[in-house]
Every structure is written in C-alpha cells, then in structure tokens.
DNA sequence: GAAGATTGAGCGTTCAATCTTG
DNA sequence: CAAGATTGAACGCTCAATCTTC
C-alpha cells in the first residue's frame, strides 16, 4: 500500500535492462531468439524431442496464431520439422531435427551463463527467496479472476 | 548462488504474465500501446509539452531508429507533431498535439488503475521495498561497464 | 569526420478471418 | 457447431545503411 510507485518504476526499469541484455546476448551468440529459445527447449526436454502443437502451447502459455507463425519460421531454418498426428487429423506434431538438437545443446550453457552473471550473482539468496514470493503473489493476483474485471 | 534457478523462472513467468495483462489493458482500454504511453507521459511532463528528440531518448532509453520509427507512427495517428529545431538544424523538436493530450490524460488514469491493481495491491510495503532493492542490484550489474553498453 | 535523425529490410507478436477435422 | 491450426495484415523493434547538419 505504498502512495508512491517507486517499486513500480524501479522494477520497469529492471525488467527492461535485464531482458535487452540477456536477449542480445543469446542473439549474438546463438543466432536465436527468445522465443526460438523457449521453443527449443520445451521440445529439448521431452524424452523423443517431439510434442503436440497443443502441448506446446500449454507449456508456453502461446496463443495459437503465435506458435504456428513461429514453428513455421522455425521450420523454415531446419530447426523442427511438422507433421500431422495420425490419430487426430487437426493436430499438429512438433518434432526437433538433428540441427534443432545440436543448435540447443549449443545455447543453453550460453544462456544460463547469462541468467546467472546478470541474476542469480548479484542477488543474495534471501533476495532470490524473496522474488520468488513477490512473482507468486503477482501471478496470484492475475490468475483466479481475484479482482473484478470486465466481462465479455 | 543458488544451486537452482527456481527464482528465475518464477520471476521470468510473473514478468510475462504481468506485462501481457497490463498492455491488453491498456491496447482496449486506451487504443495505445506501451511505447506509445512512455512516449506521450514524457512529453506531458514537460512544461510545454515538447522535448528535443534527443531528450526524449536519453529520459526513455531508447534507440535513435526506434523513437524514429515510434515518432512517425504516433504523427501519422495526429498524437503528436515534429519540426526542427531553429538553433541546431540537426535536432528534432516533438509536440504534443491537442489530441494527443487528450488521449494521455484520458489513459492515464486507467494504467496506473492497472499497476495499483496487479502490482501494489498484491505486495506488501516489505516487498515492494525488496523489490526495489532487487531492481536496483540487478540494475548495478548490469551498469558499470562489467560488460557491453548500450552502443549505437 | 562526428552527431542527430531517418529509412528500409527483416523478424516477432497480435488480431481477425479462414480452413479443416471431429 | 467446436476445437486445432493456419494465414494475412498491421504494428513494434533491431540492425545496418544513409542523409543532413555541425
């Protein structure tokens, strides 16, 4: 109940230094986007590489038009190949290729360098239990329709 | 530090969330988007409701092509209005226009409704001061020439 | 040449409309 | 019709190149 937004602003400022640096580093580095990089790893972490579009989406939190823009820029690189499922014809198969595999392997240490120089050294771990509360009190308040909202 | 990355991702999943749901606010609220709203408070802060494009960048932190690109969009739509300078040919001058005033005074009320109501409301004044206090950390390590700044 | 600004290309994201399958 | 996915248009951002003025 603060009457001033200094943790507003300070935070604004934080969030968007912290996301340019990280991802002009991952683009520098990897050639790859954050999304490229989110996708890839969700796909990276199942055990065949491979997941349904509709998986993929829950796992992101992605919108349906976003994911196929993206998969399709995706597939265009090399980086996954699509296909159809066989038991249900509306859904969409998502499976890493040999180069996806290896273009990850390539730049998941450079990113979690990244996260961890620019985040987890300069926070104590009394700061790092502490954000982790505030992001779960946050995410409380945006879920369960707390607050009263417009409705459709 | 900490052998696990469980304050990143939760931080990385309120960020996203968090500032999805503000800018949809604010897009139907207000027709504006985020860079839009920076651009318009800055000016209404001013005196006289004009800045030098440079100023404009230096408070935003921007770069020069991305307040080019954002200055002839927000003109197009009649928010603002940009001339030259008459002391130095080369800097830009950027006014709001009487529609643009208009439009600033009218979404301001409800953004900062929608900060009070995701953010303030749900932290504490203790969190609200740590989260500060984590902002300006992250912030120190990212400033101090420890690796690239922001070149052009 | 240096500084301020602009432009164009290319990718990322959203919205609305559409297609296809169940 | 409902659900999954795709497409196209429009906008936002970044990079590199360019233009103009000092």
Redesign the pocket.
């Known amino acids: 109940m603060a009457a001033s937004d200094a943790a507003w602003r300070a935070y604004e400022r934080m969030r968007i230094q912290l996301a ?1 640096r990280i ?2 580093e991952l ?2 580095e990897s050639g ?5 990089l989110e996708v890839l790893m969700a796909l990276a972490c199942t055990p065949g590489g491979s997941l ?3 998986g993929l ?1 829950c796992a992101l939190g ?13 597939e265009g690189r090399g980086l996954l190949a ?1 296909g159809v ?1 066989s ?6 198969i998502v499976a890493l290729t040999e180069l996806g595999r290896g273009v990850v392997a390539d730049a998941t240490p450079s990113y979690r360098a990244a996260v961890q120089r620019w985040f987890t050294d300069v926070l104590s771990a009394q700061q790092q239990r502490d954000l982790e509360d505030i992001s779960a009190a946050i995410l409380a308040g945006l879920g369960p329709g707390a607050h009263t909202v417009h409705e459709d």
Do not use: Y
């Open positions: 340019a991802s002009r683009a520098r790859l986007s954050d999304a490229d349904q579009a509709l989406r992605w919108e349906k038009s976003r994911l196929s823009h993206q998969l399709r820029r995706m699509r499922c038991e249900d014809g509306r859904a969409a």
